[in-house]
């Protein structure tokens, strides 16, 4: 009976095993299920809190070394929940169920054992399918987050080395740069050189370019996959960017200083200002080109008007009768290059400019040497030198002179004059300007104040804009620094250039004859021809207008005879009474008893015998407008580039070749040849 007791009380525990799994499963499968999703929700929130990264080298590797931990804690936890999955599903295949959409009030009501095993088989597979679900999510990401790391590693690491590689280029470069010379240290011989080592220097560092392209690419790749640089990172690639700009702007600025250097002083150039200017024919040209290459010499071609009256407006040049020291001068000069440097952003060789510029204005001005100049005289070599416009430079210096009315007198007017034609003076070009005495250009203004005694700024411009002789010289300036930068795409009929660089003359009497300036202004000829003709000037690009216009006065000037022309002679400027009038001035820079004044005067005399001798020789005449204008024939010859004689010594537009010299005054050109010479 024992033995048959205990063997049916091992079959009614069995019986009451299995009827307790059958019947309940909640008791062995739903809690590790449970538990699972749960650790499985707050796996996922740890991987996701491990995004964004910090686009720092050594952060990312400590965040891989973790993700590394992360990984081997998952796949630790996978054999426990692929047991609990394999158990759900062995349970769920001795006990289907049927995929019916029961309510609440369905299950209450049936609440038959086979309707609670359908029930609580569902709860298992949804329960299982969210572990599965998850499962898969959380492998996935975590692999994905892996390569993710994997990847932007090595980006941070390929972004390092570009970085190192263009800041020790850029450093080299930079050391490179630092030898430079200032470019008014150079000799000119070598300039070529320079300009060649430059360029090889350009192409040395372009290579920079491309390694900074790499770790912007880089820098942008890695932002788009959320990975944003650390601020130390950040602030080192815009360092980088910042430094290769300024190396280009420099590089880029000391060749142009070089190759302009080049251009306007440099042997070999074929710009007009290389000449050897003693060649130019023609006065007017001849002292505006002297006086361009001064320009340039002394950085005034960069000084403005505005910036200019800045300068002058201080304490010790509020008087233009006040006298100024060297050292007074000195100091002006030196604040009016600092301010040049300053506001335009240019390398200046401050110290250089200065002492040119003391030493030209000294030469003009005094040379005798006494050590003193009027703050007049400052302003109006200054002024005349700077990059302004014609009229607003005659506005300006004639403000300086004008009472509290606006108005001056002759006496005013006259020292103002006076001290404009010390610049052609010292070039020893007076003469044809008038010579140094002004009495006659202060007659001539005055004509225009009405029969008063008192001129007005309104009446001294129209007298100016007429181009008087004593001045023809400042606006003939103008034109030669606006011609300095324009082509004309046309041929010279005589040297073959093309195009035309700076000033073309276009003949009014043959069809298609056109004549760049070098061979114009030196007097040049082509096939044995000589210029005799009316020729117009072009310094800006011409326009289809133009054209028909010349090709109108062309065709007519084919009906014209030279006879024609020697009865209508024009000059391109007002003209003053001849430099043989006695000077007066009260002035006290001038120097008399040095020999270079005596050879001043000297050539004034001669000059001006030539000068007259030529007015009366003068038989034809060139016309010349600017092309802005378009006025009827009639007109334009009375305009300020109106025709002049090929002879005339002062021409300041057009300018005519073509008669044979007399025997004597041929000996006056030699003459005034030998004093310019010792002069």
Known sequence: MNICWNEIKKRSHSLRARLEAFSDPTLKLQPPLQEIIDWLGQKDEDLSAQLPLRGDLSMVEQAKEKHLLFIEEVKSRGPYIYSVLESAQAFLTQHPFQEIEEDASTLV?????????????????????????????????????????????????????????????????????????????????????????????????????????????????LALCDVHLSMENARELEQINNRWKQLQTSVTEHLR???????????????????DLNNIKFSAYRTAMK?????????????????????????????????????????????????????????????????????????????????????????????????????GKLQYLFSQI?????????????????????????????????????????????????????????????????EPQSLVWLPVLHRVTIAETVKHQTKCSICKQCPIKGFRYRSLKQFGVDICQSCFLTGQAGKGNKLHYPIMEYYTPTTSGEKMRDFATTLKNKFRTRHYFSRHPQRGYLPVQSVLEVEVTDTPVSS?????????????????RLAEMENQNCSFFTDSLSPDDSLEEDQYLLRHSSPITDRDPCTTTMIVGGLNPEEEQGELEKILAQLEHEN
């Open 592 to 608: 008399p008893m040095l020999p270079h004044a005596d050879t001043h005067s000297r050539i004034e005399h001669f000059a001006s």
């Open 109 to 221: 009501k049936d609440a038959s054992p086979r309707s609670r095993s359908q029930s609580l088989s569902r709860l298992l597979w949804k329960q299982a399918s969210v572990v599965s679900e998850l499962w898969d999510r959380l492998t996935a990401r975590s692999l994905d987050q892996h390569r993710h790391l994997e990847r932007t590693l090595e980006q941070l690491r390929d972004l390092g080395v570009s970085m190192k590689e263009a800041a020790d280029a850029l450093n080299q470069a930079e050391s490179v740069q630092t030898t430079w010379e200032p470019i008014g240290d150079l000799f000119i011989d070598s300039l070529p050189e320079h300009i060649q080592a430059t360029k090889l220097f350009k192409e040395e560092v372009a290579p920079i370019k491309d390694t900074i392209k790499m770790a912007n690419d880089l820098a942008h790749q």
């Open 257 to 275: 200083q070089l190759q302009d250097a080049h251009r306007d002083f440099g042997p070999e150039s074929q710009h007009f200002l290389s000449w």
């Open 291 to 391: 006086l361009r290459r001064v320009q340039k010499a002394l950085r005034l071609d960069l000084v403005t008007l505005p910036l200019l009256s800045q300068i002058l407006s201080c304490d010790i040049l509020q008087s233009s009768d006040r006298s100024l020291d060297v050292l007074d001068v000195i100091r002006c000069l030196s604040s009016l290059y600092e301010r040049l440097e300053e506001e335009r952003g240019l390398l200046v060789n401050v110290p250089l400019c200065v002492d040119l510029a003391l030493n030209w204005l000294l030469n003009v001005f005094d040379g005798a040497r006494v050590g003193r100049i009027r703050a007049l005289s400052f302003k109006a070599g200054i002024v005349c030198l700077s990059d302004c416009d014609v009229k």
């Open 402 to 466: 004008a009472g509290p009315d606006g108005t001056c007198d002759q006496r005013q007017l006259g020292l103002l004059l006076h001290e404009a034609i010390q610049i052609p003076r010292q070039l020893g070009e007076v003469a044809a300007f008038g010579g140094s005495n002004v009495e006659p250009s202060v007659r001539s203004c005055f004509r225009f104040g009405n029969g008063t005694s008192f001129l007005e700024s309104s009446q001294f411009l129209e007298w100016g804009s007429l």
